[in-house]
Protein backbone atom coordinates (compact mmCIF):
# COMPACT_ATOMS: atom_id res chain seq x y z
CA UNK A 1 0.00 0.00 0.00
CA UNK A 2 0.79 3.83 -0.10
CA UNK A 3 3.28 4.87 2.47
CA UNK A 4 3.69 8.56 3.82
CA UNK A 5 6.87 9.49 5.38
CA UNK A 6 7.16 12.21 8.05
CA UNK A 7 10.15 13.28 9.50
CA UNK A 8 11.33 14.25 12.16
CA UNK A 9 9.60 12.50 14.83
CA UNK A 10 9.47 14.58 17.26
CA UNK A 11 11.24 18.48 17.72
CA UNK A 12 12.09 20.27 20.77
CA UNK A 13 13.06 24.07 19.95
CA UNK A 14 13.24 27.09 21.20
CA UNK A 15 10.30 29.88 21.00
CA UNK A 16 11.67 32.35 18.19
CA UNK A 17 12.95 29.66 16.12
CA UNK A 18 11.88 27.42 13.03
CA UNK A 19 11.22 24.30 12.43
CA UNK A 20 10.87 22.18 9.19
CA UNK A 21 8.95 19.08 9.30
CA UNK A 22 9.49 16.75 6.10
CA UNK A 23 6.08 14.90 4.56
CA UNK A 24 6.70 12.23 1.54
CA UNK A 25 5.76 9.72 -0.33
CA UNK A 26 7.62 6.97 -0.96
CA UNK A 27 5.70 4.63 -3.60
CA UNK A 28 3.55 7.04 -5.31
CA UNK A 29 3.39 10.55 -6.43
CA UNK A 30 1.41 13.24 -4.93
CA UNK A 31 -0.08 16.57 -6.66
CA UNK A 32 -1.70 17.37 -3.36
CA UNK A 33 -0.35 16.82 0.19
CA UNK A 34 -2.18 18.21 3.27
CA UNK A 35 -1.69 19.49 6.31
CA UNK A 36 -3.02 18.75 9.90
CA UNK A 37 -2.68 20.11 13.82
CA UNK A 38 -3.92 18.03 16.49
CA UNK A 39 -3.99 19.46 19.85
CA UNK A 40 -4.32 16.68 23.00
CA UNK A 41 -7.77 15.03 23.13
CA UNK A 42 -9.13 16.74 20.04
CA UNK A 43 -9.63 15.70 16.10
CA UNK A 44 -7.55 16.67 13.16
CA UNK A 45 -7.70 20.01 12.23
CA UNK A 46 -6.60 20.74 8.70
CA UNK A 47 -4.39 23.68 8.17
CA UNK A 48 -3.65 23.56 4.78
CA UNK A 49 -3.82 21.94 1.23
CA UNK A 50 -0.12 21.77 -0.30
CA UNK A 51 -0.58 21.44 -3.78
CA UNK A 52 2.76 20.86 -6.09
CA UNK A 53 4.06 23.49 -8.01
CA UNK A 54 1.97 26.13 -6.65
CA UNK A 55 0.88 27.79 -3.77
CA UNK A 56 -0.28 25.94 -0.91
CA UNK A 57 -4.26 26.53 0.50
CA UNK A 58 -4.51 28.08 4.18
CA UNK A 59 -7.52 27.26 5.55
CA UNK A 60 -9.78 29.50 7.73
CA UNK A 61 -7.55 31.64 10.79
CA UNK A 62 -4.07 29.71 9.70
CA UNK A 63 -1.62 32.36 9.03
CA UNK A 64 0.09 31.39 5.88
CA UNK A 65 3.69 33.55 6.77
CA UNK A 66 4.02 31.67 10.07
CA UNK A 67 3.06 28.12 8.32
CA UNK A 68 5.28 28.12 5.21
CA UNK A 69 4.57 24.86 2.96
CA UNK A 70 6.16 24.13 -0.06
CA UNK A 71 5.56 21.36 -1.96
CA UNK A 72 8.69 21.16 -5.25
CA UNK A 73 8.33 18.18 -6.17
CA UNK A 74 5.58 14.97 -6.39
CA UNK A 75 7.25 13.23 -3.69
CA UNK A 76 8.01 15.94 -0.65
CA UNK A 77 6.17 18.33 1.12
CA UNK A 78 7.15 20.86 3.64
CA UNK A 79 5.73 22.49 6.43
CA UNK A 80 8.23 25.20 8.72
CA UNK A 81 6.98 26.76 11.50
CA UNK A 82 8.52 30.26 11.77
CA UNK A 83 9.10 31.86 14.54
CA UNK A 84 7.50 28.96 17.05
CA UNK A 85 6.32 30.14 20.76
CA UNK A 86 5.03 27.63 23.14
CA UNK A 87 1.46 28.15 21.71
CA UNK A 88 2.48 26.17 18.49
CA UNK A 89 3.23 22.73 20.35
CA UNK A 90 1.46 20.36 18.63
CA UNK A 91 1.14 16.93 16.72
CA UNK A 92 1.74 18.07 12.91
CA UNK A 93 0.51 15.36 10.66
CA UNK A 94 0.58 14.96 6.86
CA UNK A 95 -1.39 13.05 4.55
CA UNK A 96 -1.84 12.39 1.01
CA UNK A 97 -3.72 10.09 -1.42
CA UNK A 98 -2.13 7.59 -3.90
CA UNK A 99 -4.72 7.98 -7.01
CA UNK A 100 -3.76 4.57 -8.20
CA UNK A 101 -4.70 2.96 -4.96
CA UNK A 102 -8.03 1.57 -3.18
CA UNK A 103 -6.67 3.07 0.47
CA UNK A 104 -8.07 6.03 0.40
CA UNK A 105 -5.87 8.73 2.31
CA UNK A 106 -2.47 7.94 3.68
CA UNK A 107 -1.14 9.83 7.02
CA UNK A 108 2.55 10.49 7.75
CA UNK A 109 3.37 9.17 11.43
CA UNK A 110 2.89 12.80 12.79
CA UNK A 111 5.72 14.97 14.27
CA UNK A 112 5.15 16.35 17.94
CA UNK A 113 6.62 19.54 17.91
CA UNK A 114 7.59 20.88 21.53
CA UNK A 115 8.34 24.82 21.85
CA UNK A 116 10.13 25.86 24.95
CA UNK B 1 -18.82 18.82 3.18
CA UNK B 2 -21.28 16.33 5.02
CA UNK B 3 -20.96 16.63 8.91
CA UNK B 4 -20.24 13.56 10.43
CA UNK B 5 -21.77 12.82 14.12
CA UNK B 6 -20.64 9.82 16.45
CA UNK B 7 -20.71 9.10 19.77
CA UNK B 8 -17.67 10.33 21.55
CA UNK B 9 -17.21 7.45 22.97
CA UNK B 10 -17.58 4.06 23.57
CA UNK B 11 -16.55 1.23 26.22
CA UNK B 12 -15.76 -2.81 25.45
CA UNK B 13 -14.57 -5.90 26.82
CA UNK B 14 -12.08 -7.88 24.78
CA UNK B 15 -13.65 -10.34 22.46
CA UNK B 16 -16.87 -8.81 22.19
CA UNK B 17 -18.25 -7.37 18.63
CA UNK B 18 -18.36 -3.26 18.75
CA UNK B 19 -20.19 -1.65 16.32
CA UNK B 20 -20.12 2.46 15.93
CA UNK B 21 -22.39 4.23 14.13
CA UNK B 22 -21.68 7.56 12.05
CA UNK B 23 -24.70 9.99 11.25
CA UNK B 24 -24.32 12.33 7.93
CA UNK B 25 -27.26 13.57 6.74
CA UNK B 26 -25.92 15.74 4.17
CA UNK B 27 -23.70 12.94 2.40
CA UNK B 28 -23.56 14.11 -1.06
CA UNK B 29 -24.08 11.47 -4.51
CA UNK B 30 -20.82 11.38 -4.95
CA UNK B 31 -19.67 10.38 -1.36
CA UNK B 32 -17.72 8.01 -0.19
CA UNK B 33 -17.49 6.69 3.58
CA UNK B 34 -14.36 6.51 4.99
CA UNK B 35 -13.58 5.08 8.75
CA UNK B 36 -9.62 5.67 9.81
CA UNK B 37 -8.01 4.44 13.04
CA UNK B 38 -5.68 6.59 15.45
CA UNK B 39 -3.59 5.48 17.73
CA UNK B 40 -1.96 7.94 20.47
CA UNK B 41 0.81 10.02 19.11
CA UNK B 42 0.57 8.13 15.90
CA UNK B 43 -1.21 9.04 12.32
CA UNK B 44 -4.55 8.01 11.15
CA UNK B 45 -4.88 4.38 10.08
CA UNK B 46 -7.29 3.63 6.78
CA UNK B 47 -9.85 1.05 7.65
CA UNK B 48 -12.06 0.63 5.35
CA UNK B 49 -14.11 2.74 2.87
CA UNK B 50 -17.71 1.98 0.77
CA UNK B 51 -20.25 3.85 -0.93
CA UNK B 52 -22.93 1.97 -0.17
CA UNK B 53 -24.40 -1.75 1.17
CA UNK B 54 -21.73 -3.42 3.36
CA UNK B 55 -18.11 -3.80 3.14
CA UNK B 56 -16.19 -6.23 4.22
CA UNK B 57 -12.24 -6.19 4.64
CA UNK B 58 -10.12 -8.09 6.93
CA UNK B 59 -10.30 -6.22 10.05
CA UNK B 60 -13.68 -4.67 9.70
CA UNK B 61 -17.29 -4.63 7.99
CA UNK B 62 -18.73 -1.48 6.92
CA UNK B 63 -22.55 -1.08 6.72
CA UNK B 64 -24.54 1.48 4.61
CA UNK B 65 -28.39 1.60 4.54
CA UNK B 66 -29.81 2.44 1.40
CA UNK B 67 -30.14 6.11 2.06
CA UNK B 68 -26.88 6.50 2.81
CA UNK B 69 -27.38 8.66 5.94
CA UNK B 70 -25.25 6.80 8.54
CA UNK B 71 -23.13 4.14 8.43
CA UNK B 72 -21.71 1.68 11.15
CA UNK B 73 -18.33 0.17 11.56
CA UNK B 74 -18.35 -3.27 12.75
CA UNK B 75 -15.41 -4.45 14.79
CA UNK B 76 -15.29 -8.12 14.99
CA UNK B 77 -14.30 -9.90 18.53
CA UNK B 78 -12.14 -6.49 19.53
CA UNK B 79 -8.83 -6.91 21.43
CA UNK B 80 -6.74 -4.59 23.78
CA UNK B 81 -5.10 -3.46 21.02
CA UNK B 82 -8.18 -2.05 19.24
CA UNK B 83 -8.29 0.64 21.97
CA UNK B 84 -7.62 3.92 19.88
CA UNK B 85 -9.80 6.86 18.53
CA UNK B 86 -12.30 5.90 15.00
CA UNK B 87 -13.10 8.80 12.65
CA UNK B 88 -16.06 8.31 9.84
CA UNK B 89 -15.38 10.42 7.89
CA UNK B 90 -17.15 11.72 4.46
CA UNK B 91 -16.52 13.89 1.11
CA UNK B 92 -13.45 11.86 0.11
CA UNK B 93 -13.00 11.40 -3.79
CA UNK B 94 -12.70 8.55 -4.72
CA UNK B 95 -11.50 9.17 -7.93
CA UNK B 96 -10.00 12.33 -9.53
CA UNK B 97 -8.43 14.59 -8.12
CA UNK B 98 -8.14 14.48 -4.05
CA UNK B 99 -10.02 16.57 -2.46
CA UNK B 100 -9.98 17.62 1.47
CA UNK B 101 -10.48 15.95 4.64
CA UNK B 102 -12.65 17.17 7.45
CA UNK B 103 -12.46 14.74 10.80
CA UNK B 104 -15.02 15.41 13.09
CA UNK B 105 -14.73 14.44 16.89
CA UNK B 106 -14.19 10.62 16.56
CA UNK B 107 -15.63 8.08 18.63
CA UNK B 108 -12.66 6.39 21.71
CA UNK B 109 -13.36 3.12 22.13
CA UNK B 110 -11.67 1.59 25.36
CA UNK B 111 -11.02 -2.13 25.30
CA UNK B 112 -10.88 -4.26 28.83
CA UNK B 113 -10.19 -7.22 29.92
Known amino acids: GAVVSQH ?3 V ?27 FPKQSLMLMATSNEGSKA ?33 SFYICSARDSQGDYGYTFGSGTRLTVV | LAKTTQPISMD ?27 FPSQGPRFIIQGYKTKVTNEVASLFIPADRKSSTL ?24 A ?13 TL
Open chain 1, 8 to 10: PSR
Open chain 2, 74 to 97: SLPRVSLSDTAVYYCLVGTSYTGT
Open chain 1, 57 to 89: TYEQGVEKDKFLINHASLTLSTLTVTSAHPEDS
Open chain 2, 12 to 38: SYEGQEVNITCSHNNIATNDYITWYQQ
Open chain 2, 99 to 111: SKLTFGTGTRLQV
Open chain 1, 12 to 38: ICKSGTSVKIECRSLDFQATTMFWYRQ
